[in-house]
């Protein structure tokens, strides 16, 4: 079954419910939002009522909690210990968005792994080891999904080396996973022509089962250019029949694939027409025009 869906957003006033009906004005089957501002860390109190109303709606268009992913703020870097105190902040903000989590019914948080700023590689994953480890209760009913990072700056998580060797150190194994991103892949040197092979390599070392989510993005720079931009579905460089092979990868049925591409004009949001597109599984060229027109005729 496929589960496709974008990134929606969280507001203070409508909460879960208003990210699950712009979800689903989108035709979405699953979704992914902030529980907040992306590039900050404060947060509003959770309304319950709301939590509730969104939970009714969700069981009566038939999507599934599983579906549902949380991104922790991309600010969070849980490998920085140069400061202690941000390092103990980053450990108390993840901790709460895990409540967070557990209060809204949430099953996963996605997380960039975090930046090596400056230290020592290993000894920068060893401190995300550390934090996961304080951080992670044996009764949390969660999973913190590592995100595959493009590897633009210091980000640490590039590869499966990096990856393996955090899920293999985590205390509480179940609570671990993986979210691949087909943009990052590509950045950091995974050509998807060969999606297999690498999921081949994936399954040896890790395990597919560990995959929870895929981020479906074109990027905007080549293979292994370490950027970490994103494009319009078949308006990058990874292109429409790949990355629909991606998402038609019968090895990752079933696992909720997540757009976070770019507005049109930074206004209006992509996600309905490719959301078709991929259920058509046919690339529209008028794609940009066909928004555009949507957005703008609705004003
Ligand atoms: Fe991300
Ligand atoms: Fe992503
Ligand atoms: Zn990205």
Redesign the pocket.
């Known amino acids: 079954m496929l589960y496709i869906g974008s990134h929606v957003s969280y507001k203070k006033d409508t909460q879960l419910k208003g990210s699950l009906e712009e979800a689903l004005s989108y035709g979405s089957n699953a979704f992914m939002f902030y529980t907040g501002a992306p590039q900050n860390t404060m947060r509003d109190e959770i309304n319950d009522l709301l939590t509730v109303e969104a939970m009714n709606k969700m069981k009566m268009s038939n999507i599934l909690l599983e579906n549902v992913i949380v991104h922790a703020p991309y600010i969070v870097n849980l490998a920085n210990k140069t400061d202690v105190t941000k390092y103990e902040f980053a450990q108390q903000f993840l901790r709460q968005e895990v409540d967070r989590c557990l209060t809204l019914g949430v099953k996963y948080i996605?997380l960039h792994p975090g930046s090596s700023v400056g230290q020592d590689r290993t000894y920068a994953l060893n401190n995300i080891i550390d934090g996961l480890n304080n951080i992670l209760l044996k009764e949390d009913n969660i999973m913190i999904l590592l995100?595959t990072m493009a590897g633009k700056g210091t980000e640490l998580g590039i590869n499966i080396d990096e990856l393996k060797y955090i899920l293999d150190r985590v205390e509480l194994k179940d609570k671990v996973g993986v979210?691949l991103?087909t943009?990052?892949l590509n950045d950091s040197g995974i050509d998807l022509v060969n999606f297999d092979e690498y999921l081949d390599e994936f399954d040896k070392n890790i395990g597919i089962g560990k995959i929870k989510c895929v981020?479906v993005?074109d990027s905007m720079n080549p293979l292994s250019s370490h950027k970490d931009r994103h494009a319009n579905i078949g308006y990058g460089t990874i292109g429409f029949d790949t990355l629909i092979n991606v998402i038609y990868n019968e090895r990752l049925d079933n696992i909720p694939k997540i757009l976070?591409t770019p507005y049109i004009d930074k206004e209006y949001p992509p996600y309905k027409f490719e959301i078709e597109m991929i259920r058509n599984k046919k690339f529209n060229e008028n794609l940009i025009e066909d928004i555009t027109n949507f957005y703008k005729g609705g004003e």
């Open positions: 996605v995100e979210c991103d943009c990052h981020h993005n976070e």
